[in-house]
């Protein structure tokens, strides 16, 4: 019978008996030792407990801290009776990393990070991102980022400190090509922009707003050693992430002559070169986002060194086999980077997540990958809470650890003792079967599931990108199948009501499940409402409305007074679709006709 921990280790033998640690002096009871007879890798280490003690043998630093991190759960587990038993481990990658995302509309506070990579070091994640646009506190740009909350320099200082005691290297992390809307909406930077207004999307039912810098704007560079020269002395890492991914106005504007005249590929990489420069002056190994440059194969021999490419994707079936081949083929050293699967879901889509994560592992294991990163992005405002995430946080660290050891069984022991801490294992069971509800839809699109999507749908006029479609899923889905789903979403918030967490961060997290699973829940009132004008049942959909109408205010009132136990500024940005929901009920008429609303388009934001 296996032990509950995760990571699993890649070796583990039960021995008879068990051992008692003395109530007097508990700490004479362990020994660590550093050793050759260790396994032969930094952070390879072998435990054995016997009848007559605790002894931990190391080679390095990362060693003896990953024993400490086995060692925690044991004692945590079994109490001061551990069972006897023979460990040797080592890990699959180097660098085992989550990187959050803060600039879609939640940025956590300080406590709540603080909280976040202590739990992460005890499941030997050992490298931590904040994926950041404009949501760190730049003096001279409040404006861009004071509605939206931001990290201060003094909170990116402790944060890094702690980081360390944890052996946990936080890793700077600034996009610096692309995904930079809200900087180029300020009236100093609007200049800087490739384009100067939004464009058609590639499938007519959005926009895309000027996100991506001028690459051959005088003034481009200068903005961006600004930045660094304010965030990197923040951090005591070596490496900086720079992102540089989706640009796609790369080309329409102020580099199309350039573009034509060299290629756009040929652009993207010049002005990569150039931020390399500005980021191996201050003493940084670059990351990159390696999406662009894979589909310009024939450049990739010419990326400046070092840098280490980032390989993304996040459904069950991204080629990550084939695209990490092309990395370890140019010799190029690359991390492979899976996701939660959470953003646009509300509760999760665990299953994608679950095929995602392992398809990475295996892949980055076969080509050679110097690290895996474990990505959680907060498309569409982030209303998802870290309580839907962090059963991913753990899939990912076991795989990134040692994936061939990993055992899904073991999720919902583990969860409820080191994250939930409930002994009841009702939230940890509850969070993993939401993760799967929206399976009861009979409908899949990538990036989005209707729980996420319906509530969350921006107004169309204003021809937003994420979980547009939203809006259009009451024509393509059954009533039955709404109804199942929002059923299952049901009985799992009655497990989750009685589930006993045993500390108030624990507390937190049953309450921001819970908040996410009742909007999920409203998803589904939505589409019945919907269904009901669509066949002219006016009876019916008032009384959806009237309902729902209600529902809806509670959320906000509940959402309101839940944000500031985990998060800076307001919900504003994170949640407004409440409010947006609640003025289509008032409104009374569908956006989409059941006509149009059928017709779904082929092209996803993410292959454009």
């Not at 009841?424 to 399976?439: D, K």
């Not at 979980?467 to 009985?491: D, F, P």
């Amino acid at each position: 019978m296996k032990l509950n921990l995760l990571p699993y280790p890649r070796s583990l033998e039960r021995l008879a008996g068990s051992f008692v640690l003395p109530s007097n002096q508990p700490l004479r009871a362990f020994s660590f030792v550093r050793s050759r007879k260790a396994p032969d890798h930094p952070e390879g280490y072998s435990l054995r407990i016997s009848r007559q003690g605790v002894r931990v043998e190391y080679r390095e630093l990362g060693g003896l801290r990953a024993a400490g991190a086995t060692l925690r759960q044991l004692l945590r587990a079994y109490g001061r009776r551990l069972p006897c038993l023979k460990i040797r481990d080592w890990p699959d990658f180097a660098r085992r990393g989550v990187m959050l995302d803060i600039s879609r509309g939640r940025v956590p506070k300080l406590e709540t990070l603080l909280d976040l990579v202590e739990r992460l070091a005890d499941f030997k994640i050992n490298e931590f991102q904040l994926y950041t646009e404009h949501t760190f506190a730049y003096r001279r740009y409040r404006s861009v980022w004071q509605a939206w909350g931001a990290l201060t320099a003094r909170e990116i200082r402790t944060l890094d400190a702690r980081c360390r005691e944890l052996g946990i290297d936080l890793v700077p992390n600034q996009n610096s090509f692309g995904h930079l809307r809200y900087f180029l909406e300020h009236p100093r930077l609007r200049q800087l922009a490739e384009v100067s207004e939004p464009y058609e999307g590639s499938t007519g039912d959005f926009l895309r707003f000027p996100t991506t810098l001028a690459p051959n704007h005088r003034g481009t560079i200068k903005f961006i050693r600004e930045l660094y020269d304010e965030l990197l002395p923040n951090f005591s890492s070596r490496y900086f992430n720079v992102g540089c991914d989706e640009t796609w106005d790369l080309g329409r504007g102020r580099s199309r002559a350039l573009c034509a005249r060299r290629g756009k590929g040929r652009v993207y990489l010049d002005f990569l070169k150039q931020i390399h420069r500005e980021v191996t002056r201050r003493g940084r190994t670059m990351m990159f986002w390696g999406d662009i440059i894979l589909n310009h194969p024939e450049l990739i021999k010419h990326l400046p060194s070092p840098v280490i490419a980032l390989n993304w994707g996040y459904e069950a079936t991204h080629p990550f086999d084939k695209e990490a081949a092309i990395f370890a083929q140019s010799r190029i050293p690359f991390y492979v980077c899976p996701g939660t699967a959470t953003w646009m879901s509300l509760i999760g889509r665990h299953g994608t997540a679950l095929a995602n994560l392992r398809s990475a592992a295996r892949a980055g294991r076969k080509h050679g990958a110097s690290g895996y990163l474990n990505t959680d992005w907060g498309d569409g405002g982030h209303p998802q809470p870290l309580a839907v995430s962090w059963p991913l946080y753990v899939v990912g660290a076991a795989h990134a650890w040692c994936s061939q050891s990993f055992d899904e069984t073991l999720l919902v022991p583990v969860l409820s003792r080191e994250v939930y801490e409930d002994r009841t294992q009702r939230i940890a069971r509850a969070a993993l079967a939401l993760g799967v509800a929206h399976e009861k839809f009979r409908y899949c699109e990538a990036n989005v599931t209707p729980f996420g999507a319906v509530i969350a749908a921006p107004p169309p006029e204003t021809r937003e990108l994420f979980c547009r479609s939203g809006l259009k899923y009451y024509a393509r889905i059954k009533a039955r199948r709404i109804a199942a789903a929002g059923n299952e979403v049901e009985r799992q918030r009655a497990i989750l009501a009685r589930g006993r967490p045993e500390s108030a961060a624990a507390r937190i997290l049953q309450t921001e499940l819970d908040l996410a699973a009742r909007m999920a829940q409203e998803s589904c009132r939505i589409m019945h409402w919907q269904q009901a004008l669509a066949h002219g049942q006016q009876a019916q959909a008032k009384a959806l409305a009237q309902s729902g109408g209600r529902a809806l205010r509670q959320l906000q009132q509940d959402f309101q007074r839940y944000w500031p136990l985990r998060n800076k500024a307001t919900p504003a940005k994170c949640a407004a679709f409440l409010q947006w929901r609640r003025e289509d009920y008032r409104r009374g008429k569908l956006h989409f006709p059941p006509e149009s609303a059928r017709q779904v388009q082929v092209k996803t934001y993410a292959a454009e």
